[in-house]
């Protein structure tokens, strides 16, 4: 009995047998592998879908890439849309969530906005010959400058100022009688000194126009717009000045003639402007005023 007893304490007291302790989940994207016949972790996590804000599930919910938080997502396996983000993507704009766009992108508009002034990417034609840029200044002057706003003119412009400059002087009662009644040579040198003057005064007239345009917002360039000036301060006065070799200056149809001539040059200076500078009519005919404003005084003012 005795041994019995002590056999039934020996085995009452031995210590319980431990359990084999498992092995913590390894994180998502690893696995332990089979160590000592155990079973491998699953490399996969199980899929979770992204909780929507006002409760239950969304539709079309897509897993989170491993490793990373569940509301950046993989922009690259998402079924691109308009726009540059996912289509029907319920968490695009709320917090913690953002849109994937693509470099030169944009899903708010095209970007193209009008901006007043802004001359065209390219001329709006080819560049005119001399005979039909001076015909157009006449019989079309709308499309003419327009067409001509990006092409200088200096040739047309320079020739037709020179010799309006040479005949200018005839225009005039006083200055003609005194050619006339001079040596050649130095009527001659009158003559050519004075289309050399009108030359140079177009060309500042044109440069002060130019500037006055910009200053008003406009965006043409200088040289279409100075020669194209030229070109206008000579052929409007020249019916005048045609009548005025034969009639003189103080004749009355001569008076008439200048007066409409003038007009004609304040309409032409304005569309000139207007078209090379992209301006409207009141702003090119400021710009304009104080080219007009020489010519009657300098030019017209002397037989009107």
Same mark, same amino acid.
């Given at each position: ?19 084999p302790?498992?092995?913590?989940? $390894? ?5 332990y592998? %089979?160590? !000592?016949?155990?079973? /491998? *972790? #699953? =490399?996969? &996590?199980?899929?979770?879908q ?16 491993y ?32 849109r ?6 944009? $899903? ?6 009008? %901006?007043? !002034?802004?001359?065209? /990417? *390219? #001329? =709006?034609? &080819? ?31 320079l ?28 009527a001659?040198?009158?003559?050519f ?11 500042i ?5 130019h ?26 006065d ?42 409207p009519?009141?702003k090119?005919?400021?710009?304009s ?16």
């Amino acid at each position: 009995m005795a041994g019995f007893r002590i056999g039934r304490g020996r085995a009452n007291n031995r210590p319980p047998q431990q359990q084999p302790q498992q092995a913590p989940p $390894p994180p998502y994207g690893q696995s332990y592998g %089979r160590h !000592g016949g155990g079973q /491998a *972790a #699953p =490399s996969h &996590p199980p899929q979770q879908q992204w909780p929507p804000t006002g409760g239950g599930h969304a539709p079309h919910a897509q897993q989170a890439p491993y490793g990373e938080p569940e509301y950046f997502g993989d922009p690259y396996h998402q079924q691109q849309g308009q726009g540059g983000y996912a289509a029907g993507d319920p968490y695009a704009d709320n917090p913690g969530h953002t849109r994937a766009f693509s470099v030169g992108d944009d $899903p708010y508009g095209d970007g193209a906005t009008y %901006r007043a !002034g802004t001359a065209p /990417a *390219a #001329p =709006s034609g &080819p560049r005119l010959h001399w005979k039909e840029l001076l015909s157009g200044i006449v019989l079309r002057p709308g499309p003419t400058f327009l067409q001509m706003r990006d092409y200088p003119v200096w040739g047309p412009a320079l020739v037709v100022t020179f010799l309006y400059g040479l005949l200018a002087i005839f225009g005039f009662d006083q200055t003609r009688e005194e050619a006339i009644k001079a040596p050649f040579a130095t009527a001659l040198g009158s003559v050519f000194i004075t289309g050399v003057a009108f030359v140079i005064g177009g060309l500042i007239l044109g440069a002060v126009t130019h500037t006055l345009a910009r200053q008003l917002g406009g965006d043409g360039a200088w040289q279409p717009t100075i020669g194209l000036s030229m070109l206008i301060m000579s052929m409007t006065d020249a019916p005048r000045l045609v009548f005025a070799l034969f009639l003189g200056g103080e004749n009355s149809l001569v008076q008439v003639v200048g007066w409409v001539t003038w007009l004609a040059a304040g309409a032409l200076f304005t569309s000139m402007v207007s078209k090379s500078h992209d301006l409207p009519w009141p702003k090119a005919l400021g710009a304009s005023a104080i080219q007009l404003i020489a010519l009657l005084s300098i030019i017209k003012l002397g037989t009107i």
